[in-house]
């Protein structure tokens, strides 16, 4: 036996998963549930990377049992929790079982996205999404090309606030990231 009788891993940074569900969500829940059950040394929760299911999420995997999970919503979370990690028992109706093995992503439209109208558009100050984490170099560090309109400046004291502002695009530099699970 391995170092706990059940290590289950939550898809956080896939390309589909996180934007089909708070996954990050699913983990604190799930960890919650497990440490209320006082199985917190049988039992491990972690976030992972791409399971390269994409589009089939969002997407759980239980260890030693092989079982995969699909389409989980929250609503799902406490049977999984009750039926499968701390009772044993999988939950049939989530399971995943593509009939083939290795990467199996659904294609996504990768058509452009209609212009969003300025009143519609974020407040400044939010954070999205660029990159995945496989796509940062071991050195924790990506280059990127964003696109701003010209009259967006970024605000005071910020790494990006000496940007050239005149050009119509900038180049910034993603935050360092772990790729060992530290800081």
């Known amino acids: 036996m391995g170092q706990y009788e059940c290590h289950v891993f939550v898809c956080t940074s896939g390309d589909t998963c996180p934007e089909q569900a708070d996954v990050e969500g699913y983990v604190k829940t799930l960890r919650a549930g497990v440490q209320k059950a006082g199985k ?25 049992d092989n079982v995969w999970y699909a389409g989980v919503q929250a609503s799902d979370l ?18 995943y079982e593509p009939g083939k093995p290795g990467a199996n992503k659904v294609e996504v439209d990768k058509a452009p996205a209609a212009a969003v109208p300025a009143a519609a558009a974020p ?47 900038r180049r910034y530099r993603s935050k360092r990231v772990s790729t060992t699970g530290r800081r």
């Open 40 to 64: 917190q040394v049988e039992v491990r929760v972690n976030k992972a990377g791409c399971f390269s299911q994409c589009g089939h999420g969002p997407m759980l995997v239980i260890y030693p």
């Open 78 to 95: 406490d049977e999984i929790l009750t039926s499968h990690i701390l009772g044993g028992k999988p939950v049939e109706r989530l399971r």
């Open 123 to 169: 407040p400044p100050g939010t954070w999205k999404r660029v990159c995945r984490l496989d796509e940062v170099s071991d050195g924790g560090l990506k280059q990127f090309t964003v696109e701003a309109p010209a009259w967006s400046s970024p605000a005071p004291g910020t790494r990006c606030s000496r940007a050239r502002r005149s050009a119509p695009t």
